[in-house]
């Protein structure tokens, strides 16, 4: 199966029909600034306790595992994009037969200069929430 990566808008619209649900694979810090409604929060990669930079989260497939089916429809997202297609990618070899990657994540990607080149969904107006 190859990954099929949406448009915000085509995830929020899917959100909205109520047969998907929203994985946000960015660090628990980066969730709790703000999220897509809904969305559960199983981070990839966390913040490293021992300084800067970030470390795996050795729990990921496990907590996937436990908490969604093999046949759930999932839209993954992380802040810019790179995560999530990471996460997309690990879910559908591992048997996940639903994913999709939200292109351009929360907020979007950017190129070497820090300029978005692609608004993610915070960017694009769509409701976001703290809760």
Same mark, same amino acid.
């Given at each position: ?5 949406? *448009?915000? =808008? ?5 959100? $909205? =029909?109520? *047969?998907?649900? !929203? ?6 810090? *980066? ?9 559960? @929060?199983?981070?990839?990669? *966390? ?8 470390? =795996? @989260?050795?729990?990921?497939? $496990? ?35 639903? %994913? %999709?990657?939200?292109?351009?994540? !929360? ?7 820090? @300029?978005?080149? !692609? ?11 703290? =809760?």
């Amino acid at each position: 199966m190859t990954l099929q990566r949406i *448009e915000p =808008e085509e995830a929020k619209r899917l959100l $909205d =029909e109520g *047969e998907h649900v !929203y994985l946000d694979v960015r660090s628990s810090g *980066e969730f709790e600034s703000g999220h897509v409604p809904g969305a559960i @929060n199983i981070p990839l990669l *966390e913040r490293s306790p021992a300084g800067p930079g970030m470390i =795996e @989260n050795p729990d990921f497939l $496990d907590q996937v595992e436990a908490r969604f089916g093999k046949d759930d429809r999932i839209i993954v997202g992380c802040l810019r994009g790179g995560r999530s297609m990471k996460a997309a990618q690990l879910l559908i070899a591992t048997g996940f037969t639903n %994913v %999709v990657d939200m292109r351009g994540g !929360y907020d979007g990607e950017v190129d070497q200069a820090g @300029n978005v080149t !692609y608004p993610g969904w915070a960017r694009r107006g769509l409701p976001t929430t703290t =809760e």
